[in-house]
């Protein structure tokens, strides 16, 4: 009799990645409540540091027991002098000395949070196939290093030159991403390990071009290139007294293509489907191959899109630090957006208002801009752990249980007792086979583990449920 033939083990690799792409699929039906839930306790840890970084407070603190009230109200006009500065540098400044200045923080929050938007719609199409993303921060190098140098290197008229230096920027992301996107298909080498040397590479590519001076084009020997000549600068939408540009329209004209992409095309169809399981996705005739790689040239692209947007709308130079942590501040927004297309664009906007008012908060308050990491630092921590934030508030479990029984149910949970284990006693107490010792044969006769001329114990009473 031939043994059964053993099933096929699953490569550690394989294996990792199975669980990655469970991970992604969970952390995208994340509800909304949990989202909103994440970013309040990221507020109270935030309130937490302010208050432990604050003089008077510390110097309140001190005589606690004899005046409590002195540390409260000094704690409390700390804590509103702060997310009130957070809140005037991001969204309306009330004190400004006019209308135009009044409205100028919203407008910052939408300069700083075009390249995060882009960016993180990229990653977000990377989570929603399944795949782990971490290269837009090289890919938001090479866009901005191909726009940036068309910008400047060439000389053009006005709306020629800013689309062939935006087409440029999405051209380096999609083939930095396209590399990654490659050797996975080809090879099944980890997106994630790959995009991550890819993002040292991008850094140190640049700066060797920045010491190139046919690429810089400066005469200098300061690692910065020339300045994007103003046919390819994107124009300004408010005016000369604002810095918001028509990036912003490219980023919602780039949030309603990723939306009719992953929800109404059937290359959106293909995306989700090897997301959701890529076995299945063979079977049904798609190619897997093509679909991967094609998940990651579109996201590059779109971050490469977002460099070109921050050097040609923003920056209008290049420098070594150009991309900052946009990148790695990209993936906050995805996750925060729930890899959807309007959660990321909101997402991008939270974090974009988080940039500008901290430069207010620390002017005014001398509250350290770090906080604002410390705080996307939290909402990523909450946001990939949603069991941690039902447990911090109560809420229900995902699949509908009570986080509290009732003292009842606690009860007769206590009181009953395993109905299998119970049986399994009383069944070994009158000396008859458990039910795991007998089997039945094929002529249906139940064989116990003697011979077959033992005869059969006398059968009890007891009998299962149910029967």
């Avoid at 140098?149 to 689309?163: D, K, N």
């Avoid at 190619?287 to 490469?304: D, F, M, R, S, Y």
């Avoid at 959807?340 to 308050?365: D, E, I, N, S, Y």
Wanted: glycine share 12%; hydrophobic share 45%; net charge positive.
């Amino acid at each position: 009799m031939t043994p059964a033939p053993k099933p096929e083990q699953q490569s550690p690799w394989a294996e990792a990645e199975g669980r990655l792409s469970r991970v992604l699929r969970e952390l995208g039906q994340t509800s909304w409540l949990v989202t909103v839930l994440a970013v309040v306790v990221a507020l109270v840890v935030g309130a937490v540091l302010i208050l432990a970084a604050n003089r008077d407070v510390q110097a309140s603190l001190s005589y606690f027991f004899a005046q409590p009230t002195g540390f409260l109200e000094t704690s409390f006009q700390v804590l509103r002098e702060a997310y009130s500065s957070l809140f005037r540098g991001a969204v309306f400044d009330w004190q400004a000395p006019s209308a135009a200045r009044s409205i100028r923080p919203l407008t910052e929050t939408m300069v700083y949070s075009v390249p995060l938007i882009l960016a993180g719609l990229g990653i977000a199409i990377g989570f929603r196939s399944g795949m782990l993303n971490i290269g837009g921060q090289g890919q938001i190098i090479l866009g901005a290093t191909s726009a940036g140098f068309l910008g400047y290197a060439l000389s053009m008229p006005v709306g020629l030159h800013v689309l062939l230096a935006l087409a440029g920027g999405i051209l380096g992301g999609a083939i930095w991403g396209g590399i990654a996107g490659v050797l996975k298909a080809r090879t099944g080498a980890n997106e994630v390990i790959v995009t991550i040397m890819l993002n040292n590479i991008a850094i140190y590519l640049l700066a060797w071009l920045l010491q190139q001076e046919w690429y810089k084009q400066t005469g200098s020997n300061q690692p910065l290139s020339s300045s994007v000549d103003e046919s390819a600068q994107l124009f300004s939408l408010l005016g000369s007294g604002f810095r918001l540009h028509a990036g912003f329209l490219i980023a919602i004209l780039a949030t309603l293509g990723v939306w009719w992409l992953l929800e109404r095309s059937t290359l959106g169809f293909e995306f989700r489907a090897i997301g959701e399981n890529p076995e299945a996705a063979r079977t049904a005739g798609i190619n897997v191959p093509k679909a991967t790689a094609l998940v990651l040239v579109i996201a590059g692209g779109l971050a490469g899109l977002g460099g070109a947007a921050h050097v040609l709308g923003t920056e209008y130079r290049l420098a070594g630090g150009v991309a900052g942590t946009l990148g790695f501040d990209a993936i906050t927004v995805a996750l925060l957006g729930r890899s959807k297309p309007l959660g990321t664009f909101l997402a991008g906007l939270l974090l974009g208002g988080l940039r500008a008012g901290g430069v207010l908060m620390q002017a005014q308050t001398g509250t350290p801009i770090d906080i604002v990491l410390v705080l996307q630092a939290v909402i990523v921590l909450m946001i990939a752990a949603p069991p941690l934030v039902r447990a911090i508030f109560f809420l229900p479990h995902a699949d509908g249980r009570p986080r509290i029984r009732t003292r009842r149910s606690r009860r007769t949970a206590k009181g009953a007792a395993p109905t299998g284990s119970t049986t399994e006693r009383e069944l070994q107490t009158s000396g008859a086979p458990s039910a795991g010792s007998r089997s039945t044969g094929p002529s249906g006769t139940q064989a116990s583990g003697t011979g077959p001329n033992d005869t059969q114990p006398p059968s009890t009473t007891t009998q299962e449920p149910g029967k």
